[in-house]
C-alpha cells in the first residue's frame, strides 16, 4: 500500500509539479493541458471560489455580493485569482489520475481532450463560475454552489454565453444558490462526487470543523478533495493582508481575515477526522511582476492539498 502511494505520488509530482526556470528565478510551468481548455473565457482565467462559509457567516456574504459583478474582470483586483487557474485544472486532473484512476494509462489520460468525462465534480464556493467552466470544458459534469445570490446568476449567465461561443460542450455546469452544509444536508441521499474542490473558500469559512464534516458527506468513498488556500504565518499576513490588500492593492481591502487563515497542519487534522488520507500537499507563489502563479517549494503563505476518502 505504501509502495502504491509512494508511485503515484512520483506521478503527481513529475507531471503536476515539474517546472524549471528559463532564468533561474520564478519558475514556469510545463502543464500540457490546452489552454482554450482552461478558461470558458479568455486565456488564463481562473477562479476566485469564495462566499462558502460553514454557519453562514454575513460579514463575508455581504462582502462579496458587492463584487459580484466582477468575477469575469481579468485585469481587475482578482487578476491574480484568475490566474492560479495555470495551476489548478492540472492538478486537479493529474491528482484524479494517480489517487483516484491507477489503472487507468497515464499518457493517453493526459492526450485525452476531455479527461474528466462521466465524472461528477463539485466545486465550492464557484463565484461566477471561473473555474466551473474549465472543467466542464474537460468533460466534468460540474455542480457550482455559492451562497451569494448574484454570483449564481453571473454564473449562469457566462455559462450561457460561452455556450453561444462554443456550443456542444461535452461536460455539464449547473449552478446552485446554497452551501456546502445545505447540500450535505437535504432530505434525499446527497448526490456523491467524484471530486470536490474547494479552491480560495476555508479561508473564509466560520466553522471549519463543520466545514470539512460537510465536504465528507458529499464525496464518494475513493473520491477526491482537492483544497487551496492561505496558511497562517507572519509571512502570510505580510503577503496576503499588509502587501496584496494595502500596499500594492492587488486585491480589496477586507478580503482576508488573519483569524481565519488555516494552517496545513489544522486542514490535514480536520480531512482525517473525517474519513480523509492527505496524500499532498505544495506551496504555491504569486509574482506581482510576471502576474503569474507557480509551485514553490515554501507553503509559508499559499500551498494546495489533496486528499482520498477512505473506502472503508
Known sequence: ????RTVATARVCRNV???????????LLAFTVSRRYISGGTALDADVSYGQAGARDEGEHGFFQKMSGQWWKTDGNFQPLHAMNRLRVPLI?????????????????????????GTKILDVGCGGGILSEPLARLGGDVTGIDMVAENVRNARAHWTKSLSRRPNPVGSVEYSCSTLEELSQEETSPLLYDIVVCSEVVEHVKDLDGFISAVSAVVKPGGLVVVTTINRTVVSWAAAIVGAEYAMRLVPKGTHHYGKFVTPEELGSKLRRYAFDVRLKHGMRYSPLSRRWSWAMSDAVNYAMVAVKNVN
Not at 1 to 4: D, I, P, S
Not at 17 to 27: D, I, L
Not at 105 to 111: F, G, I, L, Q, T
Open 1 to 4: 500500500m505504501h509502495a502504491k
Open 17 to 27: 509539479f515539474h517546472f524549471y526556470s528559463h532564468n533561474g528565478a520564478t519558475p
Open 93 to 117: 486532473r493529474d491528482s484524479f489520475l494517480a489517487y483516484c484512476s491507477p489503472r487507468i494509462d497515464a499518457e493517453a489520460y493526459r492526450n485525452n481532450a476531455v479527461p474528466f468525462a
